[in-house]
């Protein structure tokens, strides 16, 4: 899934041009600036994604006391999952995993397709739905496609005879990318974030630990939403209500050693990851999968723990970009051997990196080379956070520590390019979210490159797209204030200069 450039003034680009920024990019470095979850044999976004992010040593957010008031000191919290049936469906929202080859089938929108990503998707007819066949509630139905690592999400979905879904708003989510929703959009839940990641699973439960941050819901929210989040729903402007996408976190003095040990593990995960505001709903409910192997008699003790007992933490200091999930690298540890340096090297997509990192003498070349699999491309390294170059090899001085992402992607298939067209440098910048299309999909082979598009080209290629340090030029008039800002991030570094 690769959404569209979503601004009033879609970038320009040219087969020529994006051949220049390729042959300026690729020879060298640019300017510098616990495992995920898995379900089957995929992981559930990489390991710095915003719902793996242990939340221990975050900041508390300044509004703290004034969210939780609100919610109500004395609500409790309730596993909104279990064993059985309630009111004749499962108890909590379930999912399916297909492999690669199961089918895929249309899905009609009825309420949000404007937010909504397209179908067709690997539904299969009997695909387990929220509340039951009948279920009359939010029916959400979860589908991980295992062999090619995309999770796919309904809301409010019904069958139809032929094959075909119905549904009011849905989505479809990279399980190895950090993408998160065009800012403003649904996905099949009201935060606009993706469900699954967000359920407490039995069988993470039987392995003794939760490594992820789970979903909750609260019955009154405010139009607002804090990052990862990218929708609101409420028309409320109450500042005193918790925002969608707030991160609540079990406080470190909360004695949890005296409950069973199903329940003892979800309150170790609010305190170690902590939950994420993802809908409007009972207070206080935190979000599972149904298992016939809970014991619901354990979950039931989850009550003891009430909101009085949690902070909402500052997740702003981790931000990366505001429109991607990944977050800030905490501290790199240090070699236990004097004179050595760590690399830690992972990535992102489908493909590998030689060598895998460890430990590296102080002042050497670390000399890593990316190779995608079948079907990938490369995209990009990461260093410590910060684009640093576009050459599948890559030479890293280790006068310090470094965390390296080697991100892979998959090749863009613009319907309305020739096969003449350099399509090696289109999918490299495609892939490293450079160039990003038009909403339709096109890419718009002809068409004039304003040189304020071209700015932001540069400063999505080097990372400095969210930059804001002014502008002095004089002339903007109708300009986006997207393109304005990365403007002056050249000029702020002297590349443009007018």
């Known amino acids: 899934m690769r959404p569209g450039l979503h601004r009033p003034a879609p970038l320009l680009f040219g087969a020529v041009l994006v051949s220049l920024i390729v042959g300026l990019l690729s020879p060298g470095a640019l300017p510098m600036g616990a495992a995920s979850p898995q379900v089957g044999t995929a992981e559930v976004f990489p390991d710095d994604n915003i719902w793996n992010l242990p939340v221990t040593d975050l900041p508390v957010h300044p509004l703290s006391s004034t969210y939780l008031n609100n919610i109500g000191l004395g609500s409790g919290l309730k596993a909104d999952f279990g064993a059985g049936l309630w009111d004749g469906g499962p108890i909590g929202i379930p999912y399916i995993v297909v492999p690669g080859s199961q089918p895929k089938v249309p899905i009609h929108y009825t309420a949000y397709g404007d937010e909504s990503d397209p179908g067709p998707m690997p539904i299969p007819r009997d695909a387990p739905v929220e509340g039951g066949p ?44 950090n993408m998160l929703r065009p800012d403003g959009w649904t996905s099949a839940d009201a935060a606009g974030l993706p469900i699954f990641p967000g359920l407490a699973r039995y069988d993470e439960v039987a392995r003794g630990a939760i490594n992820h941050a789970l979903r909750f819901t609260i019955p009154r929210t405010q139009r607002a ?144 080379t990316a190779t995608p699999d079948a079907g990938w491309l490369f ?32 090749p863009h298939p613009y319907p309305d390019l020739p096969s003449t067209v350099p399509w090696a440098a289109i999918d490299h910048l495609a892939g490293a979210g450079v160039i990003r299309g038009y909403q339709d999909g096109t890419f718009g082979l002809a068409d004039t490159t304003l040189r304020a598009q071209m700015a932001a080209l540069i400063a999505r290629a080097v990372g400095w ?7 002095g030029f004089s002339d903007r008039g109708e300009l986006d204030a997207a393109l304005w800002r990365n403007v002056g991030a050249l000029a702020h570094y002297d590349v443009a200069r007018g």
């Open 134 to 177: 009948a279920g009359d509630g939010d029916r959400h139905i979860l589908v991980i496609d295992e062999d090619n690592r995309i999770l796919y999400e309904l809301y409010n979905a019904w069958p139809n005879p032929d094959g075909s879904w119905n549904a009011d708003s849905g989505a479809a989510w990279s399980l190895d990318a």
């Open 379 to 410: 995209a990009r390294w990461l260093v410590d956070g910060r684009v640093a170059g576009y050459n599948p090899t890559f030479a890293l001085n280790m006068t310090t520590g470094h965390r390296v992402v080697a991100q892979f992607a998959q």
């Open 465 to 471: 797209e969210d930059e804001d340090w002014g502008n």
């Open 225 to 368: 939403h804090l990052w990862p989040a990218r929708h609101d729903a409420s028309s409320s402007t109450d500042p005193a209500r918790p925002p969608m996408g707030l991160r609540l976190r079990l406080k470190g003095s909360v004695n949890i050693a005296a409950y069973p040990p199903q329940a003892r593990v979800v309150p170790q995960a609010l305190r170690d990851y902590g939950m994420i505001l993802a809908d409007n709903g009972s207070a206080m409910y935190v979000s599972g999968a149904p298992d016939d192997r809970w014991d619901n008699d354990d979950l039931r003790t989850l009550g003891g723990i009430n909101a009085a007992m949690f902070e909402a933490v500052d997740v702003s200091g981790v931000t990366v970009s505001p429109d991607s999930a990944q977050t800030r690298q905490s501290a790199i540890p240090a070699s236990p051997t004097p004179g050595q340096q760590t690399l830690i090297v992972t990535s992102e997509g489908r493909g590998s990196v030689t060598p895998g990192g460890g430990a590296v003498a102080t002042g050497a070349t670390a000399t890593l």
